[in-house]
């Protein structure tokens, strides 16, 4: 282990969010400013000055060479989101919005890892700047805060990739261009000019249908959209907002953010045919239009005229297979069936390369084909078969990983439910709350459904499922091999 790379790096991160910590607090200074009820400027000054000060001492340990490999690429990654989680709750609680640390902490990092879930009951009477750096905090983690270092601070001789690796989703991390901080810099113009766009459609088109939705609200909501997080403004989320048209753009804003950024980048080249081949995609699109299709016709005896019925249906299959966590129903009110299937929709998740959350649909997709090849195997054993994926022979590596990824996951996921189970409440909360962590999907039925929270979750549970949703948000690894003892063992 290169230490002094790694501490060096997490100083820049920390330099970065101090940065970024100014935006909420020029927000708590304009409504300060204007005689809103607001929090004080302590809330964001003394955790922007403990970063900055931090990240300088720590960019003291800067060595003659800055050697990142696959080893410190892991543990930047999983030591970096959990200390901007810890940094990030201070606003929480020096503002007095949630004294308790652990519940500050749970919630900052249900908003860096954009899962969505909550302890607050009561959110629209916060100060605005709170809840502004609370959205912030989605639009931060969703592409992810070492991407945005790699994008504005470039490395150099290749480190930048093992960085990479182990922050984006999915089981292969793809370059849209040779150079990997170029590649994160585009990606990130493209998610910047969709949040913006998001906002704009938002704002203008309230505007224009006579809807009570301002520019503030405008910008947290695309925040949560963007980042797939699900924080609103609001107690009873967009719902609140009574309005179709907010409800559909945010319906379609959430579909977008679940697919593959590199797709954008060939729209934008003219590259049509890489996403027409791109099986994932169509995948995700044939699941997410039968979910609709199937949860529609199931509920439609619950609802007045069909049009509801079906923009409900489409809010919840999107809120739930992006993993970003809005709702507009409860749908613990709804049939067993669509439960049942919005369950499932959680496990799969969005895009792999998207800021969304869940397995993927590339795994669920190499997963099938896997199946498939080992079936055909067993018939015609001589045969040498392999997987493809768009066309192209998957290598050995990628279906190792995606195997190993997925007896991680299924071990974390029981050891979380048993864990969760000692707070003594029903099966199903317990069940769909780690659910809903590790995928960083946010609501889940019974007590944690789209109308609940987690306040009475112990200290303890909300710990775990702290965990649970680094654990997923990094892909499992970075975070397990922190508490593996060769992890930390100095490089020769």
């Known amino acids: 282990m290169n230490y002094k790379s790694v501490l060096y790096v997490i100083g820049r991160i920390f330099i970065i969010l101090g940065l970024l910590m100014l935006l909420p607090l020029f927000v708590c200074v304009y409504y300060n400013l204007n005689g809103f009820e607001e929090a004080s400027y302590a809330s964001f000054v003394i955790p922007i000055i403990l970063l900055i000060i931090t990240g300088i001492l720590l960019k003291l340990f800067k060595p003659k060479q800055i050697r990142i490999y696959a080893r410190e690429g892991f543990v930047i990654c999983g030591l970096s989101w959990i200390v901007i989680s810890l940094f990030g709750a201070l606003p929480f609680v020096i503002s007095g919005c949630i004294p308790n640390f652990i519940d500050a902490f749970f919630e900052t990092a249900s908003g860096f890892t954009t899962t969505g879930a909550t302890i607050l009951k009561e959110i629209h009477s916060l100060p605005k700047s709170i809840l502004f750096w609370r959205s912030f905090t989605h639009w931060i983690g969703g592409m992810g805060i070492l991407s945005f270092m790699i994008a504005v601070v470039p490395k150099s001789k290749g480190n930048s990739m093992y960085i990479m690796k182990a922050e984006v989703p999915g089981p292969k991390a793809g370059k849209v261009t040779a150079k990997i901080s170029r590649s994160a810099r585009i990606l990130y113009i493209i998610y910047f000019v969709m949040t913006i766009l998001e906002v704009l459609i938002l704002f203008a088109g309230g505007r224009i249908n006579g809807d009570n939705i301002r520019f503030y609200d405008s910008v947290v909501t695309a925040f949560s959209t963007a980042g797939t997080g699900g924080f609103s403004v609001l107690n009873n989320s967009i719902l609140g907002y009574n309005s179709s048209f907010v409800e559909w753009t945010v319906i379609i804003f959430m579909f977008l953010f679940g697919v593959n950024f590199n797709l954008y980048f060939f729209l934008l080249t003219k590259n049509f045919k890489s996403i027409f081949k791109d099986e994932e995609f169509r995948a995700y699109i044939i699941i997410n239009v039968m979910s609709v299709l199937l949860i529609t016709f199931n509920i439609a005896s619950l ?118 189970s000692i707070n003594g409440f029903d099966t199903t909360t317990s069940l769909t709350s780690v659910i809903t962590c590790i995928n960083n999907v946010g609501p889940g039925l019974e007590m944690v459904g789209p109308v609940g929270n987690y306040a009475d979750f112990s200290a303890f549970s909300k710990i775990v499922l702290i965990v649970d949703m680094l654990a997923g948000r990094l892909e499992l690894f970075p975070i397990l091999l922190l508490f593996v003892p060769n992890t930390w063992k100095k490089s020769k």
């Open 303 to 420: 609802y007045n005229n069909i049009e509801t019925a079906v923009r409900d249906s489409f809010f919840a299959v999107n809120t739930v297979m992006s993993t970003t966590g809005f709702c507009t129903a409860d749908f613990n009110l709804w049939p067993t069936f669509s439960k049942i299937l919005l369950v499932i929709l959680m496990f799969t998740g969005c895009s792999a390369g998207s800021t969304g959350g869940g397995i993927k649909i590339a795994r669920i997709v190499l997963y099938f084909k896997q199946a498939v090849r080992d079936f055909k195997q067993m018939i015609r054993p001589n045969n040498v078969l392999s997987v493809r994926m768009n066309g192209r022979l998957v290598e050995d590596n990628v279906m190792k990983g995606v195997n190993s990824y997925l007896l991680a996951y299924v071990i974390i996921l029981f050891l979380s439910v048993i864990l969760i």
